[in-house]
């Protein structure tokens, strides 16, 4: 009598550094708005990428329970709130060193975390962002109807 394996059977993902590796605009997107703000040309849209990048990250960190990530996506919320602050309705205001090396521990952080995750833990946090993204939105058009 053959003994039954407990296999259990998964759906099939793709690997997320396979992905990554795929669609290389993800990283570069990442990247090339640490280096915008690092050069003092950065728009909101990149701006924008950070938010979602620190946003994937701790929905990741949570799904996968790593503290240690999670502590740095939380750390990078004060550099993030001033940066917000200083965008004058033209430009950023520059950044000093610290705010810049921490915007790039973010993009280290992140790369190399969704490198090590599965592409179900990253598409689940994609989908979930999204959905609370639209969300927002929706939430700020109420509100500015209503003034």
């Known amino acids: 009598m053959r003994k039954q394996s407990k296999r259990q059977v998964r759906p099939k993902v793709i690997p997320t550094m396979a992905f990554l590796y795929s669609v290389p605009d993800l990283e570069i997107s990442i990247l090339s708005a640490v280096s915008a703000f690092r050069n003092g040309y950065a728009t909101p849209g990149q701006f924008d990428i950070l938010l979602d990048t620190r ?63 599965s592409g179900a833990l990253y598409q689940a946090a994609y989908i979930h962002l999204k959905q609370w993204r639209e969300k927002q939105n929706e939430d700020s058009s109420h509100e500015r109807r209503a003034d």
């Open 55 to 117: 946003d994937l990250l701790l929905l990741g960190a949570v799904g996968a329970k790593d503290e240690g990530v999670k502590e740095v996506a939380r750390a990078i919320n004060d550099v993030l709130a001033d940066i917000r602050e200083s965008w004058d309705g033209i430009k950023f205001a520059p950044l000093n060193e610290n705010a810049l090396n921490a915007l790039d521990v973010l993009a280290d952080v992140s790369n190399d975390f969704w490198k090590r995750k």
